[in-house]
């Protein structure tokens, strides 16, 4: 096989560079802040020729959503992306996208919402937006970005999934760091993605009513029908996701796991953070330390059965989240989720969540080691004191910068 | 019988169009009916125009109530320059 062409990409090009190989038919986006490189890169490509798009600068993100929603029911494969409180304003329109079925894909780069103002990276903005009836999928690094967001358009279009798909990626720790890319060929893209085949696109010659009203008589079926498919999707996806990796030499999961033979004790990361906790793993298994590491790869829907089977024979796992759902018994959404899809296992391992890095808060390695000692502690008691404690924040309770 | 989730269509579309007419408004009627007197009757059509569900039907030199759409709002008795349509109670029959 020919050697790939490798780019100096950062996640926002990434998500750009693979978008115009999916070759969308609309994209629209608000163009100014909280918007990222993304939209620039593809205005660019649609104003040189490289991108026959149609490129729609809409003048809020409701309005976005609601263009994609449009032009994706006529059948067309609609993109837009945005980040913190684009989402936030996006969240009427994000319901009736997934409502309808349409296989949109959108681009997130993960950042903290107001207030206080601050436009750096956490996961407020789509862990908020958890229960809207999209797929979410969170990456890592460049790479990631580019390979998955391909990957989002063939899963969203297949006919037994037929949701919109929200492709994360940490705000400036991926968005605006560049790293190597190896970028398929169009001609690659083009036979893992075929044009969109719509089901029941707006036509007059054979119209249809969509969103229509639901009385109390129908809604709970319409509904259901709807979780039963996003349940389900999970199926496609692993299908998708073991094609991709066979035809272009991937090894993606829907959960990843990093060094967990005869681990004890192991993390359970999201996003950027887990290269940073992978280390950290490294240095404690360097002193014999039974620890591993699982990276979430898929939040919606949630790998239940897959999460299951990786944390079986732990003692302890620690969730690191990147928000806080403020109130709840948790911390944050994601050791909500672990511990409750681990409640009915025999033999569960102690789940312990860190809300970690708020608001772009620098999270290093060493924080990750206090972790991983706490987590260490917890198996020797066999006993959890607490159910969660922030990471990366001053003061009692917490566990400092 | 209604559809199961299994049976209801996709997302809810509405795939045959037009079928807003076999939605039979009539069952959530008022606890009152228009009722016309044909005697009375000059077949002005006011109430056919002002009835805003449909539910006037237009036959040859006479009108008729629709009762499967009809949702008793009294429009048509109200605007009746003759006095020829008169609200009457559901109870009263016929």
Known sequence: MMARKVLALNGDEAAAYAVKQCKPDVIAAYPITPQTIIVERLSDFVADGELDAEFIAVESEHSAMSACIGASAMGARAYTATASQGLALMYEMLFVASSFRLPIVMSVANRALNSPLNIWNDMSDTMGARDCGWIQIYNENSQEVYDFTIQAFRIAEDHRVLLPVMVCHDGFVVSHSTEGVEVLSDGEVDSFLPPRDPVYPLDVEKPVTIGCVGVPEYYPEIKYQQEVATKKSIETIKEILREFNESFGRSYGIVEEYRTDGAEVALLTIGSISGTAKEAVDEMRAEGKPVGLLKLRLFRPFPIEALRKSLSGLKVVGVVDRHISFGSCMGGALNMEVRAALYEMKDRPHVMGFPTGLGGRDIRVEHFLKIIDELLMIAEQDALEEEYKVVGCRGPGCIGP | ?94
């Open chain 2, 1 to 94: 019988m209604l559809e199961t989730w299994e049976e209801v269509t996709f997302a809810g579309y509405i795939l045959e169009p037009g079928n807003a007419e076999s939605y039979k408004t009539g069952d959530w009627r008022s606890r009152q009916k228009p009722v016309i007197n044909q005697e009375k009757c000059t077949f002005c059509l006011l109430c056919w125009i002002y009835c805003p569900d449909g539910a006037i039907i237009r036959k040859e030199g006479e009108v008729e109530i629709d009762y499967y759409h009809c949702k008793g709002c009294g429009i048509c008795a109200y605007e009746c320059p003759s006095g020829a349509i008169r609200m009457r109670s559901e109870m009263e029959g016929e």
